[in-house]
């Protein structure tokens, strides 16, 4: 009875493409409000809706809204993101739980990860459907506010969300980096997700491709003092190899 309902709540969700608690109270006149929020925590829990402020949106209509400027930046500079998602693929041991972030570098980690027991914490929808494809991943959404140019999640109640959780590594990316500005990003809300992500990592890993040197986004969320290891691809200026070398960052 449960799997049913839960089955035809989703479809329901599908259908519309986003609708709210009171729609679906309006829907479902014998459920309690209660059941039906625990069945969207479900149906989150296996990645088939994003739960928004009062109510929920189908993924199949987030990724129709947000799918094309996505694909369009999984196109720019692929050869550097494969080769720094295959190094990065190669630190990640059985048993770890991880912080994946949701840009396109990191859809191709997730690429070329291996399907190993792990816990995989991402803000990244397109991340988490392409490792729903692996067995053996237990993947957690962070929800909240829908960043439709790179198909990803933050919320302010990141901070509090972030202190009932626990991973070890932190693997993100960022669009811009400077020496004087640090990493940076072109939303607040997402730096503000990066920051409390980098204080409770034990980790964190920076996977930053050539073409982001030099320039400068809004918001910095991070300076080099900030990371532990820095994966990027063979055309990366050496001055900058040895900026980081001599912070102690491993540079891969």
């Known amino acids: 009875m449960k799997r049913e309902r839960i089955e035809e709540l989703a479809e329901v969700i599908d259908k519309r493409g ?7 109270e309006e829907v479902f006149p014998d459920v309690s409000q209660m059941t039906l929020r625990r069945d969207l925590l479900k149906l989150e829990e296996d990645n088939r809706i994003i739960r928004i ?7 199949k209509e987030v990724q129709k809204v947000s799918a094309e400027e996505y694909t369009k930046k999984t196109t720019i500079n692929t050869d ?27 859809m191709y980690l997730t690429k070329e990860m291996p399907d190993i027991k792990c816990n995989v914490f991402t803000n990244g929808i397109a991340v988490a459907m392409e ?12 929800g909240g506010q829908l960043m439709r140019d790179n198909l990803s999640t933050a919320s302010p109640a990141a901070r ?3 202190d009932r959780t626990n991973f070890e590594i932190a693997i ?6 400077t020496p ?3 990493f940076s990003c072109n939303s607040q809300i997402e730096s503000e997700l990066l920051k409390n992500v980098f204080r409770k990592a034990r980790h964190v890993y920076m996977m930053l491709d050539s073409s982001k040197i030099g320039k400068i986004n809004p918001f910095t969320f991070a300076h080099l003092e900030d990371i532990d290891v820095l994966i990027t691809d063979d055309h990366f200026p050496k001055e900058y190899k040895q900026l980081f070398e001599e912070q102690d960052i491993v540079v891969m």
């Open 18 to 24: 986003r609708i709210t608690l009171e729609q679906l």
């Open 53 to 59: 402020r009062g109510g929920a949106m189908s993924v």
């Open 80 to 106: 550097a993101k494969i080769v720094i998602a295959q190094k990065a693929a190669g630190l990640i041991d059985e048993n770890t739980s991880i912080f994946l972030d949701g840009g396109t570098t990191a």
């Open 131 to 142: 490792l729903a494809q692996k067995k053996n991943i237990n993947i957690t959404i962070v």
């Open 160 to 162: 509090e969300y972030f």
């Open 172 to 177: 993100v990316s960022a669009t811009a980096f």
């Open 180 to 182: 004087e500005q640090g």
